[in-house]
């Protein structure tokens, strides 16, 4: 009878190389850090030696109301979508570009 197969690790993905560090706080008006999440839509196919990295929208958690993410240069539209501590709700859309 074969042995059982034995689980593989997974490699932990880090930054391509040649992206870019992309650094933002989201705080409400009294300076409190914000939580909630960050939709990110790049616009472009991009290739990093044998890595393909398709427009595919991703989401991120924030941590202590930041955003830090390594992205390849692209144009990207960001979806935030916070709570304050008080509980409060909102959205906030913008566009960034990284060269």
Known sequence: MPADALPQ???????LEGSHCLRRTYRDPLGRP?????R?????????????VPPAPVKVELVDGRL??????????LEASLTT???????????????
């Open 40 to 52: 990110i839509i790049g616009q472009a196919r991009t290739e990093s030696g044998n890595t393909v």
């Open 68 to 77: 830090d993410v390594h992205l390849p240069p692209d144009s990207y539209r």
């Open 34 to 38: 914000m939580s909630g999440t960050v």
């Open 9 to 15: 690790a997974h490699a932990v993905a880090g930054p």
């Open 85 to 99: 501590v008080d509980g409060e709700r909102l959205n906030d859309v913008s566009t960034v570009e990284l060269d």
